[in-house]
């Protein structure tokens, strides 16, 4: 992405009319990356304690949870940038609509 795009995206989330909504989809990935890392500490602790009984039921715990974690990680990271791109283009069309309207 060309620096002028990226000088724009900064200068209309640093400039938004949606501050709380922008807030919020913060806090929402944040509760994901943090499902995310529990989902993965709970698949550890239950795949080594697996393994004492059986090894093979263990380790396709661990690589299972492996796998769910980063899904729910990725997952939140899409649905954050997904829902950025929703509140970045209710910005642009705000902006394009106040510079039309007073004649800028």
């Given at each position: 992405m060309n620096t002028s795009k990226i000088q724009y995206l900064?200068?209309?989330r640093s400039n938004t009319a949606y501050p709380v909504y922008r807030g919020f989809i913060g806090t929402i990935a944040l509760i994901g990356y943090l499902l995310a890392g529990a989902y993965?500490?709970?698949a550890l602790i239950a795949g080594l304690?697996?393994?004492a009984n059986s090894f093979?039921?263990?380790l396709g715990?661990?690589?299972l949870g492996g796998v769910g974690a980063a899904l729910v990680f990725f997952l939140a990271k899409f649905f954050k940038e997904a829902a950025q791109i929703l509140v970045d283009i209710g910005d642009s069309i705000a902006e394009a609509n106040s510079?039309?309207?007073t004649g800028q």
């Open positions: 900064e200068s209309i993965v500490l709970l304690g697996m393994m093979m039921s263990g715990i661990l690589l510079r039309t309207h």
